[in-house]
């Protein structure tokens, strides 16, 4: 094949690298000279060494099923790294270069991971459903084949809030107040830096529908995931499934709507954590100084109820028994009850002010948000809303907000009791250690109401401790029983039977003279409905000790033990035999209810916005070199088969009834070893020839289009290519195929630039075998790849050759041929005038 003897491009940089790298096609950055390697998984080896900016790769060298993921200057450093837990199936840009989207392959999951690209660390991580087999695996680990990741306009825009909008209404309160996380109560300068805990959403909310979480609002952009098997999935900004290339404009306003409910429930669920840990580590003295009570109380041979009602004894009557006398005269000291009294102020205070501050406040613009979408579940427009799933959800943020009210009352009340209990201790130890010959007497300023409260709801069993109770799993996973909302009824009928009824109703009360009135059915249901959510929050009686037993008596955390007469051989650190059962009151606890409200809010989302995001299914080429590129109004694909050296472009026109045109380009003795498509006029070449020398060239296939010759429908399988190649070649199922000519005499390659490439001795190939993606099974095979990156001003290329350790970087915009005869014009006109000065000088 002659190729021409121009130097096309310009070398920029080569990076150096001292272990085998991977390179995606897609791995240039479109707005920023940078460029993402990645190193394979391997056995930990020392060879793996970590950059110096390593800021997100942690200690150590990773694991071995670890992923490197490497961002690199084009001018030949290394920006950072990060170790991804899993296999790398393919990435992609976004439009903007400042998310870099990765889909990661962790044993049987798969998930989509959108890093920063200032410091890799992650945004937002998606689930998938997305299932690989073992060849598919090896094939992303040797970078043979890669899963398409693209990010495309949506044609459309961000909708500014309307004027009385759930929105706007919303923007115009005071802002709710974020949860921070749960802080140490003592902190050591000495000790080891804790690792930042992840701020990304919460793990419940895993699956939640929301927008790109970044500083700014993410433009509508469109990610298009296509594996190598099966349906290409479609997400919103990358994160949202749709079910369609061309969303609505509602659907963009539900996604909206979707993405600010997402972060209010985040708030609620780290509230909800916030206050459990603050009641935890609250009841940790409470829990301390029971036992030790309990203790004095099994050394005088009491049961826990015994010790229990001689401490009531003492309250009253001012009279106790010696396990009383032995536990305020000895155990408890004025520095202990300080640190008590702090410790449950701190914490009752802590749920108090994050329920008013920010679980209350976050649960009342859900709500606002759910009756925007009542509304719009009634437009003909958004048949995919249901107004009873809308109207369900209303019920339980209702419910919720009941609930979230009371447990603030019930913090409020257990501060002020705590402090009288607090108060009535320290009087009884002063009076109990008090003079007798002294002529003052200590003066009781406790409220003897409050304390008998904190008595009862704090010391023996904690109101809390049902709304938190001690379960092996927490937070729970459950929800609501379908029994705790009733179902709601609606009557709807003509405005004839509607007059017919109220007149009905009216001459009923006339005739009983007002003594009685008539309420039929359907009024009742719609009244009782109105608060059947507020209803079911509240929390039934407590139930005795016994109930609200731990799983496990000797955890940190456990309350208390039962009374019965099989839990008075031990307290602390005493192992039962038996796990006593807890008994819990599903309406009273806070995460049932948080459970329950981010599944009805999602359900009713994603039937909003239609079915998952799931294209046609179809079979990408599975041998050979393909890339394909996507228009406004065409789609262009180019194929190389294997050990072939043939060219198959396809072209296919994006209308009513798609068509397809192909045409056949002969390489000669040249082989393919890569391609990618460049811009919109150019297709990028990696060609070697019969003798080992190997050219990056260039051909302007836009100009073909007058020579693609039309397809059969039935010559293109749904997979794109599927039967080109036979079509090509007179052995498609049309009879009628007019390609003979192209048979005979298919067309030379129009080559626009072409480069020679120099290979370091490292990487020349060794053998034929090596020679390419089509080499022998018993060789190492070379590891051959371009990325490109054709946005005007930042078109560049990088090509990958060898073992993966070396990477050219080449400017695609200027050719060499050209800046050296700019080069040598200047120096000659530079020549010239210094001629002319010296004639000027000799003359004078």
Known sequence: MNLPTSTSFTPLANLGLHTPHLLNPAACNPTMDLVVLLSPPSDGSPNRIRAPQGWGSGKGKGKATDTRVELWRMGGNRAWEVDVGGVIAGMGWSRDGLVLSLLVLDGDNSKLEHRSVHDGQVVTAVPLTMVFDTDDRAAFIEGRRWCTLEWRECGLDWEGPQNGSAIMIIDSLPRVTPVEPPQPAVLNPFAKPVAPKPTGPHPNLATFPTLLSTPTPPPPDILTLTPLSGAAQTLL??????????????????????????DLLDVVLRGLEAAEHAFRDGQKQTMIWR?????CGEQQGMSHAEVHSDLFKLLMVGRAGAAIAEWLGNRLTGRTITKWEASLDSAYRTIGKL???????????????????????????????????????IDVACGFVKLAEQMRQDAMHETLASGEWMEWLKYEIARIGHDASAET???????????????????????????FPDLPLRPPKDELPSDALPARTTHRGDLTSQLRESLGR???????????????????????????????????????ESSIRPESPDHDEDVGESDDDAS??????????????????????????????????EGLVRGGIGADGEGPTCQRVSDGLYDERHDDTRKWAAYVPPSSHELFLLCSRQTETEQHSAIK????????????????????LLLQSSSKERYLVTMDYSALDGSLIPLAPGDIAAGGMGGLPNALNGQGPGTDFALTPYNQTPLDLPVSRCRPLNPLPSTAPQSEAEAGPQGGSGAVPERIAIALNGRQ????????????????????????????????????????????????DEDE
């Open 441 to 467: 007497m200590p003066l009781a300023t406790y409220d003897l109401k409050l304390v008998w409260s904190y008595m009862t709801n704090g010391f023996v069993s904690s109101v809390f401790q049902t709304h």
């Open 568 to 601: 008075q051989s031990g307290t602390a650190g005493r192992k039962d035999t038996e796990a006593a059962e807890v008994k819990r009151v599903m309406q009273s606890e806070p995460w049932v209810w948080a459970n329950t409200l981010v599944k009805a809010c």
């Open 355 to 393: 329920m008013a501050e920010s679980v209350i406040p976050a649960l009342e613009r859900i709500v606002l948000l759910l009756e925007e979408l009542l509304g719009r579940a009634r437009a003909p427009r958004m048949a995919g809303l249901d107004e009873s799933a809308v109207q369900i959800a």
């Open 793 to 840: 001003g930042r078109r560049v290329g990088c090509v990958m050759m060898g073992q993966g350790t070396d990477v050219e970087v080449l400017d695609m915009e200027a050719d060499e041929d050209a800046v050296l005869e700019d080069e040598e014009g200047e120096e000659g006109e530079e020549e010239d005038v210094m001629d002319d000065q010296e004639h000027i």
């Open 506 to 544: 009216l001459l009923r009360k006339k005739a009983n003279g007002g003594t009685a009135t008539a309420t039929s059915p359907a009024n009742a249901d719609a009244d009782s409905s109105l608060t059947s959510a507020f209803d079911k929050s509240l929390p039934s009686p407590l139930p005795d």
């Open 665 to 684: 380009l002969d390489l000669a003795d040249a082989t393919c070893l890569a391609l990618q498509f460049f811009d919109a006029v150019e297709l990028v």
């Open 237 to 262: 900004t990358g994160t949202l499934s749709l079910h369609s290339m061309a969303p609505s404009r509602e659907v963009l306003g539900l996604a909206q709507i979707s993405d600010r409910m997402g």
């Open 291 to 295: 036992e030790e009570l309990e203790t």
